[in-house]
């Protein structure tokens, strides 16, 4: 599985980001397998299959603090859905990308991942219109997070 994951991800290598959002269906599918692969407690639609989290509302406040109200569940859907694990290392979204720099590592800031997010950069494309500002806000909350966790 990791293979048909790493397939997918390897193919638009080459800095051709258009080409890869184009394949955000191929993206969409690596991402949910990779994350069910490793994770038995997949969480692609969040509202089944994140106990703790409250499902109703996206005014929960974010265990970590600082973020101003995003719950994080919410962030680990945007990562999932924007395909941010086709190209990203996360262990808590069970993303195996190795596209772009592993996440885990890295542990950015909410800050720097908000802003990346928002103007891309290199051959990460902006996400700034395709996400609104809330959604933004919710992955780099996230993604601070729990980045190397
Ligand atoms: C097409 C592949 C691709 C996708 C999709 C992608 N990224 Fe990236 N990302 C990259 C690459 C490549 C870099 C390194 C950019 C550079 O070196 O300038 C990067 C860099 C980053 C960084 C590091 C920024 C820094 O300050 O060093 C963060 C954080 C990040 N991405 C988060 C995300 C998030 C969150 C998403 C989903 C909304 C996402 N990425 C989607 C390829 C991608």
Redesign the pocket.
Known sequence: MADVVRGQ?AY?EA?M?AK??QGSDA?DVSVYIAKCAGNANCGVTAANATPAAPVTTTSATSSGGGGGGSSTAEGKQ??AS???????T?KDAGAT?N???N?DQ?K?SES??A???EV??????A?KGQ?SDAQ?KA??A???SV?GK
Do not use: E, K
């Open positions: 991800v638009p800095p980001p890869l959002v993206d945007v990562f924007a395909g941010c694990g086709g190209c990203h996360l990308g596209v772009g720099p996440l890295l950015p720097r991942v802003h990346q997010v891309g950069g290199g051959p990460m494309p996400f996400l933004i992955v780099a996230y993604v601070s980045a």
